[in-house]
T-cell receptor, first 110, second 114 residues
């Protein structure tokens, strides 16, 4: 079983819609959870971090964490073509060790 | 505040050679992690250095090594290069302490092994 699982996609949504990206993790001791956006040929860019159960909002982005279900999600409201990228979910455990999912490719169609 | 810098940005080497990549973390960050990213394997963790000590290590052969200097800059070395080592090598910087610290990536070094 992989540490972090994501659907590889592609997930296609029309411009202006809500994109929902999901991630599950295997180890209950995971402490912190992160979403990165990676454009083709570029390095990952941190867009959201979440540590407590519930929702965390930042602009058009909302991260949701459910530790009991070992599930993290990222909602992107009013999706734009510029949001088209691969979204990587990461979890952190002790001593700063990060585990990354394989990423979900998002296509936002104009 | 300057971001994470990596040099060189691109490298072309031949099989059997060795290569050294460099990473300068964000000012004040003491942790540097290295990752290999390939289309087939995704983002794979190589190792992490914190205050000049290797604190975490991934499942890579001993040909992959690293070190960290007192100013937190880090280098990664790959010896006896193989074709399969062609990848984007990413360095990530964080303060390295506690559950609430975030990791930021540099632009990466794209290594091509011929």
């Amino acid at each position: 079983q992989k540490e972090v699982e994501q659907n590889s996609g592609p997930l296609s949504v029309p411009e202006g819609a809500i994109a929902s990206l999901n991630c599950t993790y295997s180890d209950r001791v995971s402490q912190s959870f992160f979403w990165y956006r990676q454009y083709s040929g570029k390095s990952p860019e941190l867009i959201m971090s979440i540590y407590s159960n519930g929702d965390k909002e930042d602009g058009r982005f909302t991260a949701q964490l459910n530790k009991a279900s070992q599930y993290v999600s990222l909602l992107i409201r009013d999706s734009q073509p510029s949001d088209s990228a691969t979204y990587l979910c990461a979890v952190k455990r002790d001593f700063n060790k990060f585990y990354f999912g394989s990423g979900t490719k998002l296509n936002v169609k104009p | 505040k300057a971001g994470v810098t990596q040099t060189p940005r691109y490298l072309i080497k031949t099989r059997g050679q060795q290569v050294t990549l460099s990473c300068s973390p964000i000012s004040g960050h003491r942790s540097v992690s290295w990752y290999q990213q390939t289309p087939g394997q995704g983002l794979q963790f190589l190792f992490e250095y914190f205050s000049e000590t290797q604190r975490n290590k991934g499942n890579f052969p001993g040909r992959f090594s690293g070190r960290q200097f007192s100013n937190s800059r880090s280098e990664m070395n790959v010896s006896t290069l193989e074709l399969g080592d062609s990848a984007l090598y990413l360095c990530a910087s964080s303060n390295g302490l506690g559950p609430l610290n975030e990791q930021f990536f540099g632009p990466g070094t794209r290594l091509t092994v011929l």
